[in-house]
């Protein structure tokens, strides 16, 4: 069975610019959250949407915004971007509160 | 909010030596989850804890959770370079629809 799938893996974005990401979750799980890794720190939350509804949001700008698709899947949208943007995105998905999968991430650099 | 630590926050060990990672929590925990993460990558689920006292075993890997659901530990047996990487620990925060982080603990096994 696929696991948690991440599109692009690798992309250079100019500040100012915007940015989708997107996250194809476990087939079944209809949880999907997002996170921001800078390098040397943990997982900051973004986002969680269940059944594509919003249910949690972290400490982000009005910049970044998500939402979830009737498939599950999930575009993560980050708009006016700045230097420190920069990150590894991680999307992961989950089962009605059961064990929380995470993708391989996708590695934003803004230049 | 929910607020994680985690010590040592980088540890070098001789192969075959015995290691032990900590996390703390600033609230009690409803289920505490231990991950693995190699350099720029994805994060590999190893165990979850949810019951005071909980302990799960893995291969050479241990977790405990403490009583009071506010503690845990990851003890590695016998370390390989394969257990080399980033060991990170995450906590629901039902009340805010939120997961949380650790800032990772950075392991190093030296062959």
């Known amino acids: 069975d696929a696991g948690v799938t991440q599109s692009p893996t690798h992309l250079i974005k100019t500040r100012g610019q915007h940015v989708t990401l997107r996250c194809s979750p476990i087939?079944?799980?209809?949880?999907v959250s997002w996170y921001q890794q800078v390098l040397g720190q943990g997982p900051q939350f973004i986002f969680q949407y269940y059944e594509k509804e919003e249910r949690g949001r972290g400490n982000f700008p009005d910049r970044f915004s998500a939402r979830q698709f009737p498939n599950y899947s999930s575009e993560l949208n980050v708009n006016a971007l700045l230097l420190g943007d920069s990150a590894l995105y991680l999307c992961?998905?989950?089962?009605?509160?059961?064990?929380?999968?995470f993708g391989e991430g996708s590695w934003l650099t803004v230049v | 909010s929910q607020e994680l630590e985690q010590s040592p926050q980088s540890l070098i060990v001789q192969e075959g030596k015995n290691l032990t990672i900590n996390c703390t929590s600033s609230?009690?925990?409803?289920?505490l989850y231990w991950y693995k993460q190699k350099y720029g990558e994805g994060l590999i689920f190893l165990m979850m804890l949810q019951k005071g006292g909980e302990e799960k075993s893995h291969e050479k890997i241990t977790a405990k959770l403490d009583e009071k659901k506010q503690q845990s530990s990851l003890h590695i047996t016998a370390s390989q370079p394969s257990h080399a990487g980033i060991y990170l620990c995450g906590a629901d925060d039902y009340n805010f629809n939120k997961f949380y982080f650790g800032s990772g603990t950075k392991l190093n096994v030296k062959p």
């Open positions: 087939s079944g799980h209809k949880s």
């Open positions: 992961a998905s989950s089962s009605d509160g059961n064990t929380i999968y």
């Open positions: 609230k009690t925990l409803y289920g």
